[in-house]
């Protein structure tokens, strides 16, 4: 697999979707408002959280055993049964629990969840059968395609009249052409169920559960918990204020998911070297990006949430900057779980994720409770960077870490810059519309690109791969 090509699809996909669910949601923002926006999150955070009985670890089980070289057929046709199991069980949770459910979102919306969990589901499992198959840049374009369904249909419907439901029923039909996508792309077939596979599967996948929890945990926990403890407009600011900082990870998004398989296939052949080699490559790439985002933040988080999405998002213009500065030991935390997880050492990604998990609930209770949405911003961040504190001791344990700390140190340089220019610009200039507010993004994204190249270490790096692409 060549992972400069796989990570270029990748990144262009994710570009692709979350330009679209920008723009989405500066839309229904516009649209619906805070209130009715923050009913909508809440159903995308129970859609989330109820991902981890559905899953249980299965599907990343599946992609590992398929990396691996497996009987593709059995592994999937094991993988689904076990996953139908799950659902099952769920189903009926959800039924029992219904009108709790109901009357926490703020909407009838118990039977939806069921069927958008159901389709998301064997859709995941799909695009992971892919990623088994090291076809990770089209597992990718089947997000960009659930991106264009939600948004585009869900902007028809918001229009005429659906509000929240037009976004739920969008979420749902993006689901069932993913799945039916996924199912046309792969060239796997469902084999027999065997005993050994269920064995094997459930094996890999019972480490695999809480660093998937922990997972959708940083995801969410922050949204529930606001939801229970704050109002469904503090819900809609937060959530927007997250979506704001999330681009920030693109490339490190698509490098993650373009070297697990990779690094699997690698320790499968006992071959620790080519990973000591790609780790200080993966580094800077990972974090390029979070430097001038937070600097950036720092400057604008009011003018962006005020003139994008609205007055009354303006609200978390500080809980946008903290989580701006997460994303550096989210970054790294993600890259060191990738990496582990590859290596076949699930169990101590599990490890660090228990200390995630504990964290997070921990610090979101207290801190909501005290500070509003920016104790969960906080909270959010200081679990994070906790968990990234533990997968690298382990990670080091493995692989010597070769940290690149010129060609960092060389970023926050160059973010430092173009702050002060742009410091001085709206000194004199003031921010008040959003053509003024893309004028500044697009002269400080220029600012920073153009720092960056003055460094021939980077200048250097960035020719390579963009090379390795080409050829």
Request: charge should be neutral.
């Amino acid at each position: 697999m060549d992972l400069a090509r796989s990570t270029l699809k990748i990144s262009a996909a994710k570009v692709g979707s979350l330009l679209l669910t920008f723009v989405g949601t500066a839309f229904f923002a516009q649209e619906l408002g805070a209130k009715v926006l923050g009913i909508f999150f809440l159903f995308q955070a129970a859609l989330g959280i109820s991902a981890l009985p559905a899953n249980l670890g299965t599907r990343i089980a599946v992609e590992k055993r398929m990396s691996e070289g497996g009987p593709a057929d059995q592994i999937l046709g094991t993988g689904i049964v076990l996953k139908s199991a799950l659902l099952v069980f769920l189903t009926g949770v959800i039924l029992l629990f219904q009108s709790h459910l109901n009357r926490y979102i703020g909407a009838e919306v118990a039977g939806l969840l069921i069927l958008a969990i159901f389709f998301q589901e064997f859709a995941g499992l799909m695009m992971n059968v892919l990623q088994g198959e090291l076809r990770v840049g089209e597992a990718a374009t089947l997000r960009f395609v659930y991106s264009v369904v939600l948004v585009t249909l869900g902007a028809l419907l918001v229009v005429h009249g659906y509000g929240v439901f037009g976004l739920i029923y969008s979420v749902i039909l993006g689901k069932v052409i993913q799945l039916l996508w996924a199912i046309y792309k792969t060239s796997v077939g469902i084999g027999r169920p065997t005993i050994t596979q269920a064995h094997s599967l459930i094996d890999y996948a019972k480490y695999s559960i809480i660093p998937e929890v922990d997972g959708q945990v940083h995801s969410w926990m922050d949204v529930l918990i606001i939801g229970f403890l704050l109002t469904q407009a503090d819900v809609g600011a937060y959530e927007v204020a997250w979506r704001v900082a999330g681009p920030v990870l693109l490339l490190t998004s698509a490098i993650g998911t373009t070297i697990f398989p990779q690094i699997s296939s690698w320790s499968a052949d006992d071959t620790i070297e080519p990973l000591e080699r790609l780790l200080p490559k993966i580094i800077v790439p990972s974090v390029i990006f979070v430097f001038p985002a937070l600097f950036g933040g720092l400057l604008l988080s009011e003018e962006i949430l005020g003139l994008v999405f609205g007055e009354e998002f303006t609200a978390a213009w500080l809980a946008l900057i903290i989580l701006l500065a997460g994303k550096l030991p989210r970054a790294i935390r993600q890259i060191a779980g990738k990496s582990l997880l590859g290596l076949d050492r699930p169990d101590l990604v599990t490890h660090a994720a228990i200390v995630d998990i504990i964290a997070n609930l921990l610090l979101n209770l207290v801190l909501i409770w005290q500070f509003g949405i920016v104790g969960a911003a906080l909270g959010t961040v200081l679990s994070m960077t906790l968990g990234t504190i533990h997968r690298t001791y382990y990670l080091s344990q493995f692989v010597k870490i070769r940290i690149p700390y010129n060609e960092l140190g060389w970023c926050l340089l160059s973010s430092v810059a173009m702050y002060g220019i742009l410091y001085m610009a709206k000194s004199t200039v003031e921010v008040n519309s959003i053509s003024y507010l893309f004028v500044f993004v697009f002269t400080g994204a220029a600012l920073y690109g153009v720092f960056i190249l003055l460094y021939q270490p980077l200048r250097v790096e960035v020719v390579e791969q963009a090379r390795a692409v080409i050829r």
